[in-house]
């Protein structure tokens, strides 16, 4: 055999290709990794800066910028952006770069098919991206592009269907990757019970990848047949609804957002230990937790439309399901609490946006919670308070646990290690202004301020003014990360890192039994240890 | 000075948790007029402080451990990591809890669900960008689009500092006047594209759909004025569709609903008097403003790539029955005006258009031969 | 140093950035057409072309790989589940359409006709409207048609699509038993039934446009049936090429009893085409 494999003859000890085009080809997890990880860092800031528009057009009452339909198009693409741009992506990135070298894998199961799904990524933000510069503006209909309003958009139409298209597959291919890499390249002795939280919470991502993708695929084949092909899905007088379309987007919607909140679960699971110095508290129940709340985001997806006039059947076994993800979700959160008890605690920046995540995400949990309850959604819904929930379970949830898995691995993938004092810094200014950025959004909310628009009444000026001001130094104090991460690349503080990196961590995930940096190929031969910490 | 003042005790109330019952900030869910407000506002209080204090429970464990159980202090971590009875306890209380927050929902859910025995009906058609109202017991019908005042200031570099103006972008031309202490039936739909009419005092929202009706009801106790806002994404000029409903006693609102009944016989009788071209362009000028600058802007220049010029048009100047045609009919997102105006507005509208915003074609249309055409033209298709 | 349960990993990958860039290709060429641009055709096709060179590449690519004996058993089995989960999103595609199907059947007409908590919506907005269906909905929307029948053609079709997945079957049989022949008449038998499929429905579609008034525009019964019939036959196609991508390496003497992903592949892929056309041929035409 190893005569064939000799076309290949560097296959063992051979290094990345050189120059540019090594990042092109590449199929190697952890180039396709640090690839996703720097392509949504980049995202970040440009759905960032559609969000310093809309926060500046907000400052005052009346209309100092942008005119109205360029800022419903900011505030379309910027969700799009940091949904589909920056958050997915990122979490994709840690995916690649970790779960192989945590089940003591080579690589990924399928890697040409890996450094496709990246540029099928790329290939679908430069399509969304055109439509900014296209005749009659990007799409302006909210990232739920509902009918019969997104039929109304110009040119960009079709390319921003088309760019679904694409992001659909890279996330179908992505998840049909990380599935077959879990499932047969785990290390002898690795089984599924041993994983590291992170892995289980991306195995059952995955699966709703690949579950809900071709969901928004059909729904937007949808409008571009209605618009183009004269179908009437969306059209009452041919005999469909637009409230078809609502359906199968949220259908494709509720569980899009664990996607998101799933692998961020998985990343706090990981490093909560680690600084508690105490394992894992119920793992398995986290594991089911995890699998309960990905079952229910299939069964409950009408709680996102309580008052397009459903009938009263169908809107009580929506609030009530929704109102079931709060039992396994305070499991987890019950969870976390539980392993910090009587543990030994130091808090290193990676700690630190972890606790603030378990806290504000549960905040998020709780406006969820309430926004289930249907009459009372009557009130809530489609106003700021909505938009206070969301960025609630997404900036101080995900982000941060972002921003927390970025700290936390950084020395391992570079070697180096981060300036701890800017850390600290970056730390304290993000989580004071996420509060002063989206907790006065809540009270907005419930004053009567609907969501989406890009000018209000006068009572609302107040806490407007203090939400931008808080918006500007969030975004600002995220200028921090960015120079941490270009700092550390370079080399941090000087200090050299172990494998290690944070005290007794060995014991929890195969990664810090490998060198930092670890080498270009790790686990050729499988490891023969499994750590078992958590069990 | 009283504001920072203000907003820094807001902050602080923040900072303490409390921030969202504190009523005199706003900081919370208004009451509302009606007795289904009132229930959903003891929902949401209900809710709220179940969140509160488990919220308190779990977060000053947290917090007790993050203090005492730290390196730094010398605390050794304990090793346990599995103990099924408290993992059962904290499966099952909130599951208690959940139920009996589901028990209230449930009623106040069928309560605002039923619509029977109403005494009187509203239809209520979203369009871009303004609401239609139409009373089916007694045929008044009209629409309410943002007052003048507010539509100035709220123009893009008007100048207008938005605090002068009373009730900026909460007021409306002609308001919807409703009877106090009745059941009222409200029956919803769209032209366009989906709306939603909310108004928080009434205690609900409801989406306007194209093609379809979706019902609600609401029942008002004191006489008032009560302000909503459009809340379902409806494109350009969603923030600017307001909504006022003037809730009156009884007597006072037979009285309204004459005045409306003679106003509209009057109106008739203009329709079929002779007018003279400055008339009709000076009519037309503010009937433009209100009704087509959204979308054509105010200096007829349109929007490159969605709405196109009325300066220079060849629409506008060529033949003037192919312009009214047009504007009956709708054409794409180009609304049918066909039931939307009066024939006076719509005659005045279209000789306004023939010789200002740049165009001097000269001609001008009667308000009487738009009647005629208006009752040829079978009303808009879809 | 390599041992057979070594897992290949490939070290550069020159078909997906290549193929990535036909697909950007393609479509931003296919939303100009639909805008009307110029020029947007032949972008469109120029995607296509790189699109096919890239299959055409790759998949010889892993042909070689394959024959000459790279890929372990483990990395065959991450091959299977690749597909297995792949044929799952495409499952759950359809799923989307008949789903489309069920509600504006079961819920949205019956509205539009008044029923359930919608008789206003009949009473105000569409008086005369009568829910049955097949229906192009209370605007007529496209005019008057005639819905398709059922055991002409499409019976017809139901049996050659189910006869192809049993000389599929059959083929699979003989590659098995090392019977070459067999499985090459087999595979020939399955994408000749194939190929006549998608005529038959050819004529079927002809018949619908030009004799019944049938179009894609027909309300939501035309945007239905074409569809979700459309999508299906796209499928069918897609199959046969794969399919004859596999006659034509059984012919070149490729596979072996214990080592043939790719047939397998191709097969479960034909099996899910004709699965969906039973619940086409049951939800779209009988019921
Ligand atoms: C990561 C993202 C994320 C997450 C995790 C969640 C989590 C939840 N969301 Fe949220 N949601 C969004 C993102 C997210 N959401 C977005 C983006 C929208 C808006 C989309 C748009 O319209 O643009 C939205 C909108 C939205 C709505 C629609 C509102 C409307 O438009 O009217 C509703 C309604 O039910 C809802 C509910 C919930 C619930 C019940 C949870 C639950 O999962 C929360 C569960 C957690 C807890 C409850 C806290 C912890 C639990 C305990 C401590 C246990 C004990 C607690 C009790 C018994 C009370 N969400
Ligand atoms: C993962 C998803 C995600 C993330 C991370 C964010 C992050 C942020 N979001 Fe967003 N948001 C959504 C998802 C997300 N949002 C969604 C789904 C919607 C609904 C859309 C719809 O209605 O259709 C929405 C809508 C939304 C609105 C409502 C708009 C409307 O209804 O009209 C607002 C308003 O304040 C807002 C603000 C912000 C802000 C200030 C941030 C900040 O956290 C961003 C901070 C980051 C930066 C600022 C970038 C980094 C810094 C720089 C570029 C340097 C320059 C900056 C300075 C010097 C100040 N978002
Ligand atoms: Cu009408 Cu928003
Ligand atoms: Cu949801």
């Not at chain 1, 180039?31 to 995202?43: K, V």
């Not at chain 1, 609630?392 to 981060?418: D, E, N, Q, R």
């Not at chain 3, 550069?12 to 020029?39: D, H, I, R």
């Not at chain 3, 509205?111 to 192009?136: I, M, S, Y």
Request: proline letters at 5%.
């Amino acid at each position: 055999m190893s005569a064939v494999v000799a076309e290949h003859d560097d296959h063992h000890d051979h290094g990345p290709a050189k120059g540019l085009l090594r990042w092109v080809i590449t199929t190697n997890h952890k180039d396709i990794g640090t690839l996703y990880l720097l392509f949504a860092l980049a995202m970040f800031f440009v759905g960032g800066s559609m969000a310093m528009v809309i926060r500046a057009e907000l400052f005052e009452p009346g209309m100092q910028f942008v005119n109205p339909q360029f800022f419903n198009s900011m505030t379309t693409m910027h969700a799009l952006v940091m949904v589909f741009g920056a958050v997915m992506p990122a979490f994709v990135g840690l995916a690649n770069w970790m779960i192989p070298m945590m089940i003591g894998a080579p690589d990924m199961a399928l890697p040409r098919m890996n450094n496709m799904s990246f540029w099928l990524l790329v290939a679908g933000v430069l399509l969304l991206a055109s439509t900014l510069f296209m005749e009659g503006g990007a799409p302006a209909s909210g990232w739920t592009l509902y009918p019969p309003l997104v039929l109304q958009t110009g040119k960009a139409l079709p390319f921003a269907i088309f760019s679904v298209h694409l992001l659909g597959i890279s996330s179908i291919l992505s998840g049909i990757n990380i599935i077959a890499t879990i499932f047969n390249m785990r290390a002898p002795g690795m089984t599924l019970m041993k994983m590291p939280m992170f892995v289980w919470t991306w195995l059952i991502t995955a699966f709703l990848l690949i579950a809900i993708m071709p969901v928004f695929a059909g729904a937007v084949t949808m409008l571009l047949t209605d618009k183009f092909f004269h179908t009437s899905f969306f059209d009452a007088a041919g005999g469909g609804d637009p409230v078809l379309y609502q359906h199968i987007f949220w259908f494709f919607g509720h569980p899009e957002v664990y996607v998101m909140i799933l692998p961020t679960f998985g990343v706090a699971s990981t490093i909560i230990p680690v600084f508690a110095r105490k394992p894992l508290f119920g793992y398995s129940s986290m594991v089911y937790a995890t699998a309960a709340i990905a079952f229910l985001s299939f069964i409950v997806w009408a709680h996102h439309m309580f008052t397009v006039g459903m009938p009263i059947a169908g809107e009580l076994y929506f609030m009530y399901a929704t109102m079931l993800i709060a039992i396994p979700t305070g499991v987890k959160v019950f969870n976390w609490t539980a392993t910090m008890w009587k543990g030994s605690m130091t808090f290193e920046t990676p700690m630190l946006f972890s606790i603030a995540f378990v806290v504000l995400f549960t905040m998020g949990g709780f406006t969820g919670l309430m926004m289930a309850v249907a009459p009372a959604d009557f009130q809530y819904h489609d106003t700021y308070f909505i938009v206070a929930h969301f960025h609630y379970t997404l900036v101080p949830a995900s982000v941060f646990i972002l921003m927390a898995a970025g700290y936390f691995w950084l020395p391992k993938w570079t070697g180096h290690m981060y300036d701890e004092r800017i850390g600290q810094l970056h730390f304290w200014l993000s989580v004071v202004s996420v509060n002063v950025l989206f907790f006065p959004q809540h009270f907005l909310g419930l004053a009567g301020m609907p969501r989406r628009i890009p000018d209000y009444a006068v009572q609302f000026a107040d806490w407007n003014m203090i939400s931008s001001i808080g918006g500007f130094v969030f975004g600002a104090s995220q200028l921090l990360f960015l120079y941490i991460v270009i700092d550390t690349i370079k080399g941090g503080t000087g200090e050299k890192v172990t494998a290690e990196v944070w005290e007794d961590a060995a014991k929890h995930s195969l990664e810090w039994t490998l060198p930092s940096p670890p080498p270009y190929h790790t686990f050729t031969t499988p490891p023969t240890v499994i750590p078992t910490e958590h069990i | 000075m009283k504001k920072t003042k203000q907003l820094f005790a807001g902050l602080i109330l923040m900072a303490l948790g409390l921030g969202t019952v504190q009523a005199e900030y706003t900081l919370n869910l208004m009451k509302g007029a009606t007795k289904v407000s009132h229930d959903i506002y003891d929902l949401h209080m209900l809710i709220l402080w179940i969140c509160v204090f488990i919220g308190i429970g779990v977060f000053g464990t947290m917090f007790y451990s993050i203090y005492h159980h730290r390196k730094s202090r010398g605390h050794k971590a304990a090793q346990f990591h599995e103990n099924t009875t408290v993992e059962i306890i904290w499966t099952i209380i909130p599951t208690l809890i959940l139920i009996g927050m589901a028990i209230p929902a449930t009623k106040a859910m069928m309560e605002l669900d039923d619509v029977q025995e109403s005494e009187m009906s509203i239809k209520v058609t979203g369009h871009q960008w303004k609401w239609e109202y139409e009373y089916l017991d007694n045929g008044i019908h009209f629409f309410s689009s943002l007052d003048e005042a507010s539509n100035k200031a709220r123009q893009v570099g008007s100048g207008i500092d938005p605090f002068t103006v009373d009730n900026y972008l909460l007021d409306v031309d002609k308001p919807l006047v409703i009877p106090t202490k009745k059941k009222i039936r409200f029956v919803f739909t769209a032209k366009d594209v989906i709306h939603s009419w909310w108004v928080p005092d009434l205690g609900w929202k409801k989406d306007a759909n194209p093609g379809f009706i979706n019902e609600s009801w609401t029942s008002v106790d004191q006489p008032g004025t009560y302000r909503g806002q459009c809340t379902e994404l409806c494109g350009k000029d969603h923030a600017f569709m307001p909504i006022v409903v003037i809730a009156m006693n009884e007597p006072e609102y037979n009285a309204w609903v004459e005045k409306q009944k003679s106003a509209l016989a009057a109106e008739a009788g203009s329709a079929s008097k002779q007018w003279v071209k400055e008339e009709l362009i000076a009519k037309g000028k503010s009937v433009y403003e209100t009704n087509c600058s959204s979308c054509h802007m105010a200096d007829g220049a349109g929007l490159a790539g969605t709405f196109p010029a009325i300066k220079a048009s060849k629409v506008v100047t060529g033949d003037i029955n192919a312009q009214v045609k047009l504007m009956l009919d709708g054409k794409g997102m180009m609304p049918a005006f066909g039931k939307m105006l009066s024939p006076v507005d719509f005659a005045a509208v279209v000789t306004y258009t023939r010789n200002g915003l740049g165009n001097s074609v000269g001609d001008s249309i009667q308000p009487s031969a738009i009647q005629t055409l208006q009752s040829a033209t079978p009303g808009a298709g879809k | 140093m390599s041992t057979s349960n070594e897992y290949y990993i490939p070290h550069k990958a020159t078909w997906p950035v290549l193929g990535t860039s036909g697909l950007l290709m393609m479509l931003a060429g296919f939303a100009n057409y639909l805008n009307g641009s110029s020029g947007g055709a032949a972008w469109m096709g120029l995607g296509l072309t790189v699109v096919i060179i890239m299959m055409a590449g790759w998949f010889t690519l892993q042909a070689t790989e394959s024959e000459s004996g790279m890929y372990s058993a483990q990395v065959g089995i991450s091959y299977r589940m690749g597909m297995m989960w792949f044929i799952f999103s495409e499952i759950i595609f359809f799923a989307v359409f008949f789903g489309a199907l069920w509600y504006t059947r079961n819920l949205s007409v019956p509205w539009l006709g008044g029923e359930g908590a919608k008789a206003a919506t009949k009473e105000l907005l569409w008086p005369t409207f009568e829910a049955v269906w097949p229906t192009n909905g209370p605007g007529k929307v496209g005019g008057d048609f005639e819905p398709m029948g059922t055991w002409g053609l499409p019976f017809l079709n139901t049996l050659i699509l189910l006869t192809s997945g049993v000389a599929c079957t059959w083929a699979h049989h003989g590659l098995l038993s090392k019977n070459r022949e067999q499985l090459i008449k087999g595979l020939m038998a399955t994408v000749g039934l194939g190929l006549l499929f998608v005529c038959f429905q050819a004529i079927e579609y002809h018949e619908a446009y030009t004799d019944m008034g049938l179009t894609l525009g027909s309300g939501i019964y035309g945007s239905t049936f074409f569809m979700l019939t459309g999508f299906h036959g796209f499928h069918v196609c897609v199959g046969a090429i794969i399919l004859s991508v596999v006659l034509f390496r059984s012919w070149k003497g490729h596979f072996k009893p214990e080592n043939h992903f790719a047939f397998e592949a191709a097969a479960w892929y034909w099996h899910f085409v004709d699965v969906v056309w039973l619940g086409l041929f049951v939800f779209v035409y009988v019921i």
